[in-house]
């Protein structure tokens, strides 16, 4: 079975600082990876997606994220925070063999000190 | 459209009252999902379409919740005899179900029921 687990409901960084959202997985089959951001008051949005292509892979806005298998890991990261950063995070996983559904994390959300 | 579109963007409602919850997802997905997020929390599955097959409803609360889809077109979620405990943003997303499976959202449904 797939689940996701996101550490830190919470994360608060200063503008210019380096962002770091965590996220591990479980999966019994090599799993599509992805996280969405949510802005105040919008619907979801894809910031980047795994898909056993490159480990690395870079989303918009200047974030990206690592696949590392030995850890079960895809944590979200951007080197320098900035304002409009704030938002909602979630980590998500599906698999070939599921097909249909996508596992959502709890989601982390993200605060951005002046 | 060129992306998901729901509508009403708001719906206030009494207590007891039935509503209707409507999505129209990207021309051509095949797959349909819809989520319920409560105030500052996560994603909540509710169901899933995909083509003529039979609807994935493990996610659905209480029999008070009904969703259908016509087709691979537009789908309606039904909740009869509103509760408080219903409030909440509904969303709606679609995706092709093949490959990575990325499901495209749509700026979803606040509900407040009074």
């Known amino acids: 079975a797939q689940s996701v687990t996101q550490l830190g409901s919470h994360v608060s960084v200063s503008e210019g600082a380096l962002v770091l959202l965590r996220c591990n997985y479980s999966?019994?089959?090599?799993?599509?990876l992805f996280w969405y951001v949510q802005y105040p008051n919008q619907g979801l949005q894809l910031l980047l997606k795994?898909?056993?292509?490159?480990?690395l892979v870079k989303g918009i806005n200047g974030f990206e994220a690592e696949f590392k298998k030995s850890e079960t890991s895809f944590h979200l990261t951007k080197p320098s925070a900035h304002m409009s950063d704030a938002a909602e995070y979630f980590c998500a996983v599906s698999d070939e063999s599921s097909a249909s559904k996508i596992i959502f994390g709890s989601g982390t959300r993200l605060s951005i000190r002046p | 459209g060129a992306g998901v579109s729901q509508s009403p963007s708001n719906k206030v409602t009494e207590k007891g009252k039935d509503v209707e919850l409507r999505c129209d997802p990207i021309?051509?997905?095949?797959?349909l999902y819809w989520y319920r997020q409560r105030l500052g929390q996560g994603l909540e599955f509710l169901i899933y379409f995909q083509g003529n097959s039979a609807p994935d409803k493990s996610g659905l609360p209480s029999d008070r919740f009904s969703a259908e889809r016509t087709g691979e077109s537009v789908s309606t979620l039904t909740i009869q005899r509103t509760q408080q405990e219903d409030s909440a943003v509904y969303l709606c997303a679609s995706s092709f179900v093949r490959g990575s499976n990325e499901q495209f959202f749509g700026p979803g449904t606040r509900l407040t029921v009074l």
């Open positions: 999966s019994s089959v090599p799993p599509y």
């Open positions: 021309s051509g997905h095949t797959a």
């Open positions: 795994y898909t056993s292509a490159a480990t």
